[in-house]
């Protein structure tokens, strides 16, 4: 193997091909069966992507193409690529070969975040450069795997768990993460409703509301919704009732603003998107002091004898 070159094409052997990094791909029985039809029907159409460890193959990409070509008749053998990586640039090419067109799951890229933040010594904002993200998505990916609890973990690494709702159980300690998870199996709960249910409990003083809510989620999240609305107060004017509506969407709108800058929300943003929206951000916040400051006078003038 040492003569083989960075680039070069060969025929592997399937038996000499090891999958050491199969632990950062999860193994879907329904693709690799649709796999082993293409290959079946065409052939390989695309090589696989390896690196050399002690002159020994190690397979970067193309785990679903080994698989079904192991399970298949006719087949001893796959025409592979060699790249030059070390460990660090190994797992950046598992992310990188799979940006385009064909995309690893969220579990997946957490899995590669973790292994070179904890396994290979990256800092987060090293880990970010490498795989050419932002830092919060970086942080958002590892807090999936170190922030939820090991039910949540399974469930997700399962696939009962999607990981829009796995994000949401991360906003939880993880001491209160299997009682939310046990409600949204119970209760069969969508991803919009498991985010209200989070959001009551973090705003719950007492355990009895946090009791109530994760007894009747969809009793509490009407009850939440409803307390939202704003009818005729008989004890405001005309105009005292317009001012009420609009501080109560205005509240509702900055509380929304509040937590998506808060969390990780943000970190869902392209470069490009933060260059066109940066304008609006700072007129936010030119806007948001000015209103403060008009606030605070407002609320010295009400106390006013």
């Known amino acids: ?20 990094y199969a632990r ?9 069966e649709t796999m082993a039809r ?10 696989l992507v390896v690196c050399l460890r002690e002159e020994v193959p190690v397979l970067i990409d193309g785990f679903k193409r080994l698989r079904a070509a192991r399970g298949l008749q006719g087949f001893s053998s796959l025409s592979a690529r060699r790249i030059e990586a070390d460990e ?19 579990l997946e890229e957490a899995w590669l975040v973790q292994a070179l933040v904890r396994e290979d010594g990256l800092s987060q904002v090293e880990v970010a450069l490498l795989l050419g993200r932002h830092k919060s998505w970086v942080c958002r990916r590892l807090a999936m ?27 939880l300690p993880a001491g209160n993460q299997q009682e939310v998870l046990e409600t949204g199996r119970r209760d069969s709960l969508t991803a919009a409703e498991l985010r209200g249910v989070v959001d009551l409990l973090l705003a719950s003083g007492t355990r ?12 509490a ?12 107060d008989p004890r405001l004017s005309t105009a005292g009732n317009r001012v009420s509506r609009q501080l109560a969407m205005l509240l509702d709108q900055l509380a929304r603003m509040a937590n998506w800058l808060r969390h990780q929300g943000r970190g869902d943003l392209a470069m490009c998107d933060r260059s066109v929206l940066e304008p609006a951000f700072v007129r936010l ?18 106390h006013l004898p």
């Open 1 to 20: 193997m040492s003569d083989w070159t960075a680039e070069e094409f060969r025929a592997l052997p399937l038996e000499e091909i090891d999958e050491r």
């Open 24 to 32: 950062y791909r999860l193994s879907v029985l329904e693709a690799e």
């Open 38 to 47: 293409s290959l079946r029907r065409y052939g390989q159409i695309s090589p």
């Open 88 to 106: 660090r640039g190994a797992k950046a090419a598992m992310y990188g070969l799979n940006r385009i067109g064909r995309h690893l799951g969220e």
């Open 145 to 171: 795997m170190e922030k939820l609890c090991p039910a949540a973990q399974e469930d997700l690494r399962l696939g009962l768990l999607s990981p829009t709702m796995a994000r949401q159980l991360t906003r």
């Open 208 to 219: 009895e509301k946090a009791a109530f809510v994760l007894e009747k989620p969809r009793a």
């Open 221 to 232: 999240l009407r009850e939440s919704q409803a307390g939202e609305v704003r009818g005729w």
């Open 285 to 302: 916040a030119a806007e948001a002091r000015m209103v403060a400051e008009l606030t605070e006078d407002f609320v010295k003038e009400i």
